[in-house]
Nanobody
Framework: QVQLVESGGGLVQPGGSLRLSCAAS????????MGWYRQAPGKERELVAS???????NYGDFVKGRFTISRDNRKNTVYLQMNNLEPEDTSVYYC????????WGQGTPVTVSS
């Protein structure tokens, strides 16, 4: 069964940090670009970061050096380290595997608030 399971979201104060994880199963993880996206209420889903099979990374302009995407191919897991979080980062964060049809996880909510 093909599945992406995100974890690590939660409530954090402005300036705080969170580390999101996305565990993949049922796919040949090592060959696919993996990405993190987010969608806030009333807004379109947007790319946060992506990492290719070779380790090349790409970030949304709003990240501004605050987030780091990484992958552990031994664990079939992709991570998103988020530092210096801002209230504007409040959103549901989704993991995506760029297979032919695209596979999405169920999302993990992140709330940045004091």
């Amino acid at each position: 069964q093909v599945q992406l399971v995100e974890s690590g979201g939660g409530l954090v104060q402005p300036g705080g940090s969170l580390r999101l994880s996305c565990a993949a199963s049922g796919i040949i993880f090592t060959i696919y670009t993996m990405g993190w996206y987010r969608q806030a209420p009333g807004k379109e889903r947007e790319l946060v970061a992506s990492i290719s099979s070779g380790g090349s990374t790409n970030y949304g302009d709003f990240v501004k050096g605050r987030f780091t995407i990484s992958r552990d191919n031994r664990k079939n897991t992709v991570y998103l380290q988020m530092n210096n979080l801002e209230p504007e980062d409040t959103s549901v964060y989704y993991c995506k595997a760029s297979t032919y049809s695209g596979i999405w996880g169920q999302g993990t909510p992140v709330t940045v608030s004091s």
